[in-house]
């Protein structure tokens, strides 16, 4: 189970994430204000600004009066809909009472993921700590490469040929390779490991500077032949330059690790 508490906008008319929100009515402010009556049914001031932020994903108070009435309109024409006189049987569906109830769980569940990342922040310390960890892991090598990407491994290792005879790589690549890379020569530029898949930064690694792969490589992307330019010795971030996605990295581990606990303990009940 994985749950992002980043909502997103949906490119429809009615986004069926903040509809479930809206229908959670129960959290409007009891000093929220009547905004627009449909058919007997107010809507609130609350409910508005709840549906808006989750509509232009800011701030409601940071709407422009355009967005504020276009938002307006969508959720008075949710409420003209939903207070037609066949609104009830529908809603009587056993499918769409399903729909609601995941909706409005999903809802709740996204609120407690906020409120579980909001109380358990990353410390210093944590972010130190895994910061080191990542560092220690991070591979000793960059590397920069070219390859020549193709569909099959014939024409691959034909290309493989061509190069053990004296042919120009950055030619060949030109001429031949199926990749966005191919005008450029192949050019991958500087590189870790980590950044390619694990076939390709393999045979790579094998490489010494200045060799090209005396076999062709193949990956999800097709065939590929490979010259190593260069390596150098990987330069590792400044800790302040990757704290935020390390303070990430953390937070989820403690969110996820909060998860499996409550697998842990449902499964004991069992």
């Given at each position: 189970?994985?749950?992002?508490?980043?909502?997103?906008?949906s490119g429809t008319s009615f986004a069926l994430a903040a509809i479930a929100a809206a229908s959670l009515a129960?959290?409007?402010?009891?000093?929220?204000?009547?905004?627009?009556?449909?058919?007997?049914?107010?809507?609130?001031?609350?409910?508005?600004?709840?549906?808006?932020?989750?509509?232009?994903?800011?701030?409601?108070?940071?709407?422009?009066?355009?967005?504020?009435?276009?938002?307006?309109?969508?959720?008075?024409?949710?409420?003209?809909?939903?207070?037609?006189?066949?609104?009830?049987?529908?809603?009587?569906?056993?499918?769409?009472?399903?729909?609601?109830?995941?909706?409005?769980?999903?809802?709740?569940?996204?609120?407690?993921?906020?409120?579980?990342?909001?109380?358990?922040?990353?410390?210093?310390?944590?972010?130190?700590?895994?910061?080191?960890?990542?560092?220690?892991?991070?591979?000793?090598?960059?590397?920069?490469?070219?390859?020549?990407?193709?569909?099959?491994?014939?024409?691959?290792?034909?290309?493989?040929?061509?190069?053990?005879?004296?042919?120009?790589?950055?030619?060949?690549?030109?001429?031949?390779?199926?990749?966005?890379?191919?005008?450029?020569?192949?050019?991958?530029?500087?590189?870790?490991?980590?950044?390619?898949?694990k076939p390709f930064s393999d045979a790579v690694a094998a490489l010494a500077d200045g060799a090209h792969t005396?076999?062709?490589?193949?990956?999800?992307?097709?065939?590929?032949?490979i010259l190593r330019e260069g390596s150098r010795e990987n330069q590792p971030p400044t800790l302040e330059s990757?704290?935020?996605?390390?303070?990430?990295?953390?937070?989820?581990?403690?969110?996820?690790?909060?998860?499996?606990?409550?697998?842990?303990?449902?499964?004991?009940?069992?």
């Amino acid at each position: 189970m994985a749950i992002s508490i980043r909502s997103r906008r949906s490119g429809t008319s009615f986004a069926l994430a903040a509809i479930a929100a809206a229908s959670l009515a129960t959290l409007s402010s009891a000093m929220a204000e009547t905004v627009v009556t449909v058919n007997g049914v107010d809507i609130d001031s609350a409910m508005v600004s709840m549906y808006l932020q989750s509509r232009i994903q800011k701030p409601a108070d940071q709407a422009t009066p355009a967005e504020r009435d276009a938002v307006l309109q969508e959720l008075t024409d949710i409420y003209l809909l939903t207070t037609q006189p066949s609104a009830k049987a529908i809603g009587d569906d056993p499918r769409i009472k399903a729909q609601i109830e995941l909706q409005t769980r999903a809802a709740i569940a996204q609120a407690i993921a906020a409120d579980f990342f909001a109380k358990n922040p990353a410390t210093d310390e944590e972010i130190l700590a895994e910061y080191e960890v990542q560092m220690k892991n991070a591979p000793s090598l960059q590397f920069k490469a070219r390859h020549i990407l193709v569909e099959t491994q014939a024409t691959a290792s034909e290309l493989v040929a061509k190069l053990d005879d004296g042919a120009d790589f950055e030619e060949l690549a030109k001429e031949n390779s199926t990749g966005p890379t191919g005008p450029n020569g192949g050019d991958l530029g500087w590189f870790s490991p980590e950044q390619m898949v694990k076939p390709f930064s393999d045979a790579v690694a094998a490489l010494a500077d200045g060799a090209h792969t005396s076999e062709p490589v193949q990956t999800q992307f097709g065939w590929h032949v490979i010259l190593r330019e260069g390596s150098r010795e990987n330069q590792p971030p400044t800790l302040e330059s990757v704290r935020d996605v390390i303070k990430q990295r953390v937070e989820q581990g403690k969110f996820q690790g909060y998860l499996e606990q409550l697998r842990a303990d449902f499964a004991d009940k069992g």
